[in-house]
C-alpha cells in the first residue's frame, strides 16, 4: 500500500536559519503530494501541494519539489521565523489522503 | 464562515457513555471524512463518505458508526467508550479528485476518563 516517510522530530532552529524537512514516499500510480501545517491547539491547514513530477509547491516562503525519481517531496525554507513552529505532516492523494508521521519544528529566537 | 465545522470542540466522557461528533461543510464538495490524531500527533483515516454513501471504512471498532444525512454532513457516533478512544478526531472534505487535497476542521479533542 502507499505510505509516506518523513523526518524525526523534533527539529530545533535558531530564527532566520535554513529549513529541511525530508519526506518520501511510496505509492503505486500518480499521487498529489502535499504538505500540510498544525498549529499548536489547531487543525489541519495546506501548506502547499504539487500534482505530477517536477511540479513546485510555494507557499509563505516554503517551497517542495516533486521528485519521481527519488520519489520525495522535501519541505525547505530559506529563513525561518518564530511563528513557523508547528507540527509538519507530509501527505500524498490517489483514493485518499495518507499522512507521514509529522516533525515538529521549534524556532527560538 | 467557516468551511469544515466540527461540534463540541472538547469533549469529556466517562468510559462505557455514548458520544456523538457533528460534522459540517459548507464548500459544496461531496467527500466528507473522519481522521482520528493519536497522542503522538500520527493521523489516520477512519471513515469516507462520497455523495451519503460509505466508500471507505477502514480497520475501524464496530462501537464507531458514521452518519451522513445529507452530503453536508457526516457525524460521529461512539458506542461503549473506552480510555483508548481518547484523541483528537478530524473532520474533513473534499472535492473528490486529488488536485486540491482536503480541508480539515478544528478537531474535537475528546477524553475518556
Known amino acids: 500500500g502507499n505510505s509516506v516517510t518523513q523526518m524525526e522530530g523534533p527539529v530545533t532552529l535558531s530564527e532566520e536559519a535554513f529549513l529541511t524537512i525530508n519526506c518520501t514516499y511510496t505509492?503505486?500510480?500518480?499521487?498529489?503530494l502535499f504538505w500540510y501545517v498544525q498549529y499548536p491547539g489547531e487543525g489541519l491547514q495546506l501548506l502547499l501541494k504539487?500534482?505530477?513530477?517536477?511540479d513546485k509547491g510555494s507557499n509563505k516562503g516554503f517551497e517542495a519539489t516533486y521528485r519521481k525519481e527519488t520519489t520525495s517531496f522535501h519541505l525547505e525554507k530559506g529563513s525561518v521565523q518564530v511563528s513557523d513552529s508547528a507540527v509538519y505532516f507530509c501527505a500524498l492523494q490517489d483514493e485518499k489522503l495518507t499522512f507521514g508521521t509529522g516533525t515538529r519544528l521549534t524556532i527560538i529566537p | 464562515d467557516t468551511a469544515v465545522s466540527q461540534t463540541p470542540k472538547y469533549l469529556v466522557t466517562q468510559m462505557g457513555n455514548d458520544k456523538s461528533i457533528k460534522c459540517e461543510q459548507n464548500l459544496g464538495h461531496d467527500t466528507m471524512y473522519w481522521y482520528k490524531q493519536d497522542s503522538k500527533k500520527f493521523l489516520k483515516i477512519m471513515f469516507s463518505y462520497n455523495n451519503k454513501e460509505l466508500i471507505i471504512n477502514e480497520t475501524v471498532p464496530n462501537r464507531f458508526s458514521p452518519k451522513s444525512p445529507d452530503k453536508a454532513h457526516l457525524n460521529l457516533h461512539i458506542n461503549s467508550l473506552e480510555l483508548g478512544d481518547s484523541a483528537v478526531y478530524f473532520c474533513?472534505?473534499?472535492?473528490?479528485?486529488?488536485?486540491?487535497?482536503?480541508?480539515f476542521g478544528s478537531g474535537t479533542r475528546l477524553t475518556v476518563v
Open positions: 505509492a503505486t500510480g500518480y499521487p498529489s
Open positions: 504539487a500534482t505530477k513530477a517536477d
Open positions: 474533513a472534505s473534499s472535492q473528490g479528485t486529488i488536485l486540491y487535497g482536503y480541508t
